[in-house]
């Protein structure tokens, strides 16, 4: 450890590029983490904090750049290389074997070996109640994974890092599973193996524990460090203000001060959970009305996922009600959802808004195949497909070959026009629209907006939940604010300005 | 464009012939290292499964039960459905057609037969509604079950025909002879080449309409190449896989149907060579496109045809066709693996 502290930077990054395809996943990123301190990267999704996690940790190359350690520059030729170098990290899926206990999992691989070529249980038991004292915390080892909770699998990891001499350890978002009281002893721990003489990395949405552990801070966004700083010489708001970016002069959609009296969506008391049991939403009420589009402001990971879920009829909530276009919809199932007239964009346009193996007139079809335009009796009506997808997706300025090329042909902001164009297409009365314009160019966004907002202007309604504060103030007549899983606030466009919905971004009132 | 098309084009077909093509390299250096002449062995089989209008008939004959069960593959593994059940259907659906074959009056062929084909497909169908179910519901792995399923359908037949549906005065484990009015005719005699192929190609054809013009076609396309995206357009994929492992099964039971009525007459125990399984070879090589399907049973047809005369006219043992067959249905399921590794999706 002395020798370590003689060096200035034990893990950083020197001008280090990755490139993929178009996007620049990471454009000339430099970082320095000093031994011995907790260092987060903060960003929004797609700043580009995961693919440079991947680089420090070997997995991934730099297209050009370096990766550094102890003051030089080096090759990492892939994660052992890594582990070997001290460098050790957690990622957000846990890699862990469910079926075996606590101390089989911390020892896995690197067993200790005693008579015979026996595994030694007396000496692993004892290496880990060594590190289980070292890191304060007591975990019951015998337990089979399947059946710990999550911040004790965490814990394992963490332990599991120190059990293979990790001395810098990166952490991918370790609080997005936890609950408060769990995400404190996270920090405690953090602290504590600091204290111990460990080098911390760690990724982060959540600004709150960032000002309270970090050290030092580095921000990122749209794949370049916008600024690295401190704690004590900066805020909360001017960080949110830097992760997400001066607001940039976009064209602005016209507010609706006044949407119709109609209402159309309802949810009343509405709470999701996630695979894990986690409480991930709610309990949230949530009204829109016809002709209105309310935007959800939030850091991702604050119950987006869960409440588009629930209002695209996705999946069921774990409590509450739906009513929608004055039906009860709670239980109802997707296609239920669908037929009432619910669209929906997904965030993830590649895996669920469109199917990019399938054709250009099959995803323009999906879903409506079954409508009196697209078959009779049962029989596709290939020509009045074709006419149909041809009309819709000129109207929406889509280029492309033919129809029957693969969804995978077009760019990326041609494959969200394909899917606005099925998705508007249908005429809904709901539009639940997930990031709309992640991953397009500035003239596209424009474009998408002025979709967007012609449906609002034909009556429709729109859920808009998005990452981007811009898109956010651009397009909403109404802002809700959505913090751990809760409506922290409400604001309409005229009062709505990049720092109150910063604010409530951060679980403060909109006052 | 017009070049790119054509690339994709010979690619695919490069890759479909590729298995062939390494079976027939492999069984040359066995041919070879056991003293016969490869070519000349080649040809004498090509002869012997096309040369003339009998032999064709024989290697018709056999590709009929083939491109049944290969289509009840195809069906299935285009929505993505790795259902391997063809072989337990093909023994049920033909024990159901030989008891109704024989336990019936004389009634008029036009009656009879479709009563008897009808009987197999509902059993072939019954049997695989519990792995549907099972995957739909609980995300039990289909391959486990169908799988299994195979063994206890195979033993149940075999425990039946050894037992209470013994033919009287018989020691072999069959069935009495089905009625001849619930034979299916024969189409040009003497071969045995029967209505049943035309049947069974009839049926090809329809799937390959079904899957390129109708809604549940389309359907169970998507849900094939992309459960979650088809959830989120409000396909439910649960009920899509239920309905192509019952619709699979129907066919796998209308394959051991049509194979009793037209060629064995009455259901005796093991009559399957494996034909469900060459079925998902034939799948599996096909894409599960119908032209493919109907290509790939010929092909496989032939094999098996020329295979059992081959050694009467030369010394070159059946085990070489085996071999080759063997080989075929290896490297076609190995380039399967590489088109989709990572491919399947949960539900």
């Known amino acids: 450890m002395t020798e370590m502290a003689r060096v200035e930077v034990r893990l950083g990054a020197r001008r280090v590029t990755r490139a993929f395809g178009s996007v620049l996943a990471n454009d000339r990123v430099d970082l320095s983490v000093a031994p011995t301190t907790i260092h987060a990267v903060v960003g929004g ?22 990766v550094i350690l102890n003051d030089r520059p080096v090759r990492l030729t892939g994660p052992a290389d890594a582990y070997a170098r001290g460098i050790g990290m957690v990622h957000q899926e846990f890699m862990l074997a469910p079926p075996l206990t606590l101390l089989e999992n911390l020892v896995l691989a690197r067993e200790p070996v005693g008579f015979g070529g026996l595994i030694d249980w007396r ?66 721990l953090m602290r504590k193996l600091k204290a111990e003489g460990r080098t911390i990395l760690f990724i982060s949405h959540k600004l709150e524990e960032v000002m309270s552990v970090a050290d030092k801070i580095t921000i990122m966004r749209a794949g370049r460090v916008v600024e690295t700083t401190t704690p004590a010489r900066t805020s ?51 009204d829109i009305f016809a002709g209105e589009i309310v935007g959800v402001a939030g850091v991702s990971g604050n119950g987006q996922d869960e409440l588009v879920g629930s209002a695209a009829g996705l999946t069921h909530p774990a409590e509450g009600t739906i009513d929608f276009a004055g039906g009860d919809m709670t239980r109802a199932s997707t296609s239920h959802f669908r037929a009432a007239g619910v669209g929906y964009l997904s965030a993830d346009r590649g895996e669920e808004g469109l199917c990019l193996t399938a054709s250009i007139r099959d995803n323009f079809i999906a879903g409506r195949e079954r409508d009196h335009a697209f078959s009779r009796f049962g029989v596709l009506q ?55 314009t992640r991953g397009v160019d500035i003239a596209g966004t424009a474009f998408i907006h002025s979709l967007i907002a012609a449906f609002r202007d034909r009556g429709g309604a729109v859920l808009l939940i998005s990452e981007s504060l811009d898109e956010i103030l651009a397009l909403s007549d109404r802002i809700i604010g959505l913090y751990n899983g809760r409506i922290v606030g409400e604001l309409n466009r005229r009062e709505a300005s990049v720092d109150r919905v910063g604010r409530m971004m951060l679980g403060q009132k909109a006052a | 464009m017009m070049n790119a098309r054509w690339s994709v084009y010979l690619v695919r077909s490069a890759t479909t012939a590729a298995p062939f093509a390494l079976a027939i390299a492999i069984g040359a250096v066995v041919l070879a290292a056991t003293g016969h002449e490869p070519l000349a062995v080649y040809q004498l089989m090509v002869e012997e499964a096309f040369g003339g209008e009998r032999r064709i008939a024989a ?110 005065g018989s020691a072999n484990s069959a069935t009495p002879q089905i009625v001849s009015n619930a034979e299916l005719p024969r189409l040009l005699p003497p071969s045995t080449l029967h209505l049943g192929f035309v049947l069974s190609l009839s049926l090809v054809v329809a799937y390959g309409f079904w899957g390129r013009f109708s809604v549940e076609g389309f359907r169970s396309r998507l849900v094939g190449l992309s459960a979650r995206f088809s959830r989120a357009v409000g396909i439910d994929p649960l009920r899509i896989f239920v309905g192509v492992m019952v619709a699979s099964g129907v066919i796998g039971g209308l394959a051991g149907g049509i194979h009793v009525l037209g060629l064995v007459h009455r259901f005796v125990a093991g009559f399957s060579p494996g034909y469900g399984f060459t079925g998902v070879a034939i799948a599996l090589l096909a894409r599960n496109s119908a032209f493919g399907v109907a290509l790939a049973a010929i092909l496989f047809g032939a094999l098996s045809s020329a295979g059992a005369n081959i050694q009467l006219f030369s010394n070159v043992p059946l085990e070489i066709v085996e071999i080759l067959q063997g080989a075929v249905m290896i490297f076609a399921v190995a380039q399967f693996g590489f088109g989709w590794a990572g491919h399947r999706l949960g539900p």
């Open chain 1, 382 to 436: 290939l020509r009045a497909i074709a006419v149909e997808a041809e009309r819709a997706l000129t109207r929406l300025s889509v280029r492309y070959g033919r129809l029957s090329d693969p969804a995978s042909s077009l760019s990326g902001g041609n494959q969200q026009r394909l899917a606005i164009a099925r998705e508007v297409d249908r005429e809904p009365k709901l539009l639940v629209a997930a990031q709309p």
């Open chain 2, 59 to 168: 290697t018709l004959t056999a590709a009929t039960p083939l491109l049944l069960t290969g289509l009840a593959a195809a069906v299935a593994f285009r929505a993505g459905i790795f259902n391997v059940g063809a072989e337990g259907c093909f023994y049920l659906g033909g024990m159901a057609a030989a008891v109704v074959g024989y336990a019936s009056p004389n009634w008029p062929s036009t009656l009879l037969i479709p009563l008897a084909l009808a009987a197999s497909g509902l059993v072939g169908g019954a049997w695989l509604l519990g792995p549907g179910v099972l995957r739909a519901r609980l995300g039990v792995d289909e391959v486990v079950t169908t799988l299994m399923l195979n063994f206890i359908a195979v033993d149940l037949t075999s425990w039946l025909v050894n037992g209470p549906l013994l033919a009287r």
């Open chain 1, 236 to 286: 909360l708001p001017e960080l949110a203000r830097a992760m997400v970016g001066e607001s940039i002069e976009a064209a602005t959609v016209e507010a609706r001060a006044l949407p119709s009296e109609k209402l159309l969506f309802r949810a009343r008391g509405l709470v999701a959970r996630d695979a894990m049991g986690v409480q991930r939403l709610g309990p949230v009420d949530l």
């Open chain 1, 45 to 66: 999704n797609g700043a580009g904090k995961s693919t440079l996690m991947r680089i420090l940790q070997g997995v991934d190359r730099p297209d050009e750049g370096s």
């Open chain 1, 123 to 188: 000496a692993a038991q004892a290496e880990a109640d060594r590190l289980a004292k070292i890191a304060g915390v007591t975990i019951d080892w015998r337990l089979r994974v399947v059946d710990a909770p999550v911040h004790v699998r965490q814990a394992l990891e963490i332990l599991r890092l120190l059990y293979r001499g990790a001395d810098v350890l990166i952490l991918d978002e370790p609080t997005a599973v936890l609950a408060p009281a769990q995400i404190e002893d996270l920090l405690a």
